[in-house]
């Protein structure tokens, strides 16, 4: 569609756009997307060719992005920022007399990725989690892989995560990571890789759903016409796999989703998963094991539970078998799982999978079990235990990301390039006392993507991190959270480190329209 | 079917929420009563801080800050502005089990009063501002009758709301017309007022006229049939919504049921009468008294009942 179309169809659709929007759409509002503010960089940008042309799954959002002014712009910003806070899509910060609720900063430009290249990461996403799946499996199990000398024993075995209480334990499917959220990063020459796996409780898709439906109304004209492939499904398919996951002979198995309480941030989640899912939200002090059976206590006495969607901890599950100071967890629980009379989801254990360390043979691992090339690449990983690769490590310090590995969140990490020489003076210092603790990358340019700054659209760099679902079989959602380093040049995204949010459109391949529902 | 820890929840939401409705209107009758005569407004007030339990002449007296105190002041435990925190708590805690049109009513009430600029807005006009309180807890309700389905949950939440509001009237009552106190309320103006406490004044008009006596007011917010906020009508309701939730428990009748069906008898066979030759506060009492035993009894049976009896054999 050519772009003067393009705004033309914006204008009869949109029903967003009423007489006083176009009043405030004058060109002397000023507008906020101009040359001068959108300066790509080196890296890959999302929306803008090399030569500073429009990608063409672009040509909409751009067109719109150009005829709205700073102030509708920023209107939408706030609406949606209201229907945030007002949802009680919020983590808590307490403060020390007062306790306030903040939104994750959430961006209304959406990131677009087509199709595609959308089934190149689905396709590779789904070989990882196979292949990742079935080396859980032979870990707790023969430990063929080890024997077979392709990932280092101590690696696997002697990692904190590893959990012994799960050797030759029956998982349904050989499905270990029910849930899985990866994230990926597209490097300098827009090929997307992977930078970390998460198997264990990864969080986030209620910010992929939230976004959307805030992005449904920011955009409902360009969201018609882009064709985006639905994410609404979910919670059904979560459900679906969970169910899955309970053996045959219980009909109409009970699920439940166990949060570690209303004082977790990802507590929304939590709530929001149960109530589209309509299964109960159920806290540790809610469930009872009796006989290795596991129970909820309901207003008309016990109820069996068969599934737990847990969110909480592996350490935090169960005080008799793991962490005794837990209060978040049930005792016994384990038990009555290892008893096959319950089964959780995740596994417990399946953090060894996702290991730093252990991410580092991820492609090797594809090639043993499936005998396949990994459709996603790697980044290029340096494991500090290797003395030649800590050598060469200490030697890059100012071009390297170095990550500690039992750490996540952004925490323990040094970004060579943006550190001051002190601060990787220390760095070096925590290495060298312990380097099978550190792994290294080399410093990658995020690709950006136009995000609202201030009124303006800058780029900013973004990561992606799409949902993977596995219980009977493999199914990839088709959409993500994009996550944002919202400060100028940052590479970090994690929430906690001052990191926003997008909604992602996924384009669905014209010639196979989605049907309408 | 529902978590016992959830039933919990909902109930004390229904008790939270009918306590913020009921002492925001104290508060704004009490304001109400300082644009007329100087110590009508004082007994409104000494009326509306005894019913709160706090009767503090020295207080009464400066009607306008106890007013405010009793929407925003923290440190005060039955102030509006906690009631709606402990509301909002719960109602977090429950997230999954209350619509997203009931949440959001309660969660938009919540981030209102615990706004940095409450106090502003309450100063720069305290009626209105506590009249959208009211309207927003009626909007609450609203949204609760018309999205939430009318299950076991929302029996809890009516189950709640409905003993907070017979304890609520009892005292307010026990406070004008109770015994041995310094005499019973007879000023016509502190009268209207305690109707308007009662959100009965209306109703009370179209029922009786302008005719405003004690007897009178005694009848309609003790044995009124169809008046929502008398003590009889909340007892019938209380008894309605444990025999809903009942309907599941093992084994004979559930002692919240019989005590409620035990206190519905008592308020059906006593009249006015009674209540003019021998006081009123033997039966506001026991209607206090009684609502407390089902409170107990609520909790016991259904959310902190013993395991081993429950256990599978």
Partial sequence: MKREEAVQAEKETDPDVTATSLVTDDISAGLPLTEAAYLPGQAFDEMYGPGGEVRDHYNAVHARLTTLSAEALADRQKTLERSFLLQGITFTVYGAETTTERIIPTDLVPRIIPSTEWDHIEAGLIQRLRALNMFLDDIYGEQQILMDGIVPRDLVLGAPSYRREMQHLY?????????????????QDGAFAVLEDNLRVPSGVSYMLANRDAAKRTFPGTFRAANVRPVERYPDLLLATLKSMAPDWRPDPQVVVLTPGVYNSAYYEHAYLARLMGAPLVEGRDLVVHENMVYMRTTTGLRRVDVIYRRVDDDFIDPLTFRRDSGLGVAGLFNAYRAGNVVMCNAPGTGVADDKAVYAYVPEIIKYYLGEDAILPNI????????????HVLGNLDKLVVKAVGASGGYGMLVGPHASRKEREAFAEALKADPANYIAQPTIQLSTAPCLIDGRIEPRHVDL????????????????????????????????????????????????????? | MMLARVADSLYWIGRYLERAEHFSRLADVMLNATLDRSDAAAQTAYIALSAVGDPDMARAARTYEAAKALVLDREDPNSVVISLSLARENA?????????????????????????????????????????????????????????????????????????RAQLIARLLEVCFGDGRDGNVTDRIALMSLLRMGCALEPYLRRYTAEIETRHILEFLVFDEEFPRSIRFATTLIEEHLVGVSRHVEGGLATPERLAGRLKARLQYADVDELESVGASALLATVTSECARIHDAIFDTFVAYSLEMKLPA
């Fill in chain 1, 171 to 187: 998982v349904p499917h050989k499905a270990y990571a029910n849930v899985c959220g990866s994230d990926l990063i597209r490097d």
């Fill in chain 1, 380 to 391: 290029e990983t340096f494991l500090c235990r290797e003395p030649a690769q800590l050598s």
């Fill in chain 1, 465 to 517: 991190r799409p949902f993977i679902l596995s219980g009977e079989k493999i199914v990839v959602t088709p959409g993500a959270l994009t996550r944002v380093a919202l400060r100028r040049g940052s590479l970090v995204v994690n929430s906690s480190q001052g990191g926003g949010s997008k909604d992602t459109w996924i384009l669905a391949d014209d010639a196979a329209r989605e049907p309408q529902p």
């Fill in chain 2, 92 to 164: 977090r805690q429950v997230r999954d089990q209350i619509t997203t049109e009931t949440w959001e009513r309660l969660n938009l009430l919540y981030l209102r009063i615990t706004s940095d600029n409450a106090s502003q807005a309450f100063e720069s006009g305290s009626s209105a501002y506590i009249h959208e309180i009211i309207a927003d807890l009626h909007q609450f309700k609203g949204a609760a009758d018309a999205t939430m389905s009318h299950g076991e949950g929302w029996r809890f939440l009516m189950l709640g709301a409905y003993l907070e």
